[in-house]
């Protein structure tokens, strides 16, 4: 099962499965997990995020168990995805 489907249950005040009310709820919540740093989700449905330009590191500056990345730069997400303004998505409203 993945985030999606497990994470309605879990929004704050959600008592109902109705799909349109639990995607309305899921629009106003920020996403901020192990995955997706200041995360949302668009009128279109996607989910848009910060996103990462890492480097692999040499093996002599790995410190520890997994250390295998270095973050050069951090690409905020209006910058990382297509603008809302040029989706082809019904689901906007133009």
Do not use: P, Y
């Given at each position: 099962m993945g985030w999606r489907a497990s994470r309605p249950?879990?929004?704050p005040g959600n008592r109902t499965?109705?799909?349109?009310?639990v995607m309305a709820?899921?629009?106003k919540l920020p996403i901020n997990d192990f995955f997706a740093?200041?995360?949302s989700i668009r009128d279109d449905g996607r989910m848009v995020h910060d996103m990462y330009l890492v480097q692999v590191k040499k093996p002599a500056d790995s410190k520890y168990a997994w250390d295998y990345y270095s973050v050069k730069?951090?690409?905020p997400a209006a910058?990382?995805?297509q603008p809302?303004?040029?989706s082809r998505c019904p689901l906007?409203?133009?």
């Open positions: 249950a879990r929004l499965l109705d799909a349109a009310t709820n899921m629009k740093k200041n995360g730069a951090t690409i910058d990382a995805f809302l303004s040029q906007v409203k133009k």
